[in-house]
Nanobody, 118 residues
Framework: VQLVESGGGSVQPGGSLTLSCAAS????????MGWYRQGPGKQRELVAH???????NYADSVKERFTISRDKAKNTVYLQMNSLKPEDTAVYYC?????????????WGQGTQVTVSS
């Protein structure tokens, strides 16, 4: 599975950005996709996650500001980020996961930088 991200960049506080991630290769019909981020000096953390059934979950820090969605036909996941804050500055990584029996297989994108600064 290959993941190609796009949409990062620099924005002022309060601004918006939309990230996209297109998956290709051996895509399972039942899977999950999501976004993680890693800020300077921090560990990678989950931002938002969506299953092939449409269930979503978000980190508390981004609830009400970020929205994750997906286009199953295009195997693409989006992250709409509104009301961005300086603490949202990080490298954002797309993740794809599927299960083979009890084993989870994770794939990662190359990362895209999001910088929120005045």
């Amino acid at each position: 599975v290959q993941l190609v991200e796009s949409g990062g960049g620099s924005v002022q506080p309060g601004g918006s950005l939309t990230l996209s991630c297109a998956a290709s290769g051996s895509i399972f019909s039942i899977n999950a996709m999501g976004w993680y981020r890693q800020g300077p000096g921090k560990q990678r953390e989950l931002v938002a996650h969506i299953t092939s059934g449409g269930s979503t979950n978000y980190a508390d820090s981004v609830k009400e500001r970020f929205t994750i969605s997906r286009d199953k036909a295009k195997n693409t996941v989006y992250l709409q980020m509104n009301s961005l804050k300086p603490e949202d500055t990080a490298v954002y990584y797309c993740n794809y996961q599927h299960l083979v029996g009890p084993i989870a297989y994770d794939y990662w994108g190359q990362g895209t930088q999001v910088t929120v600064s005045s």
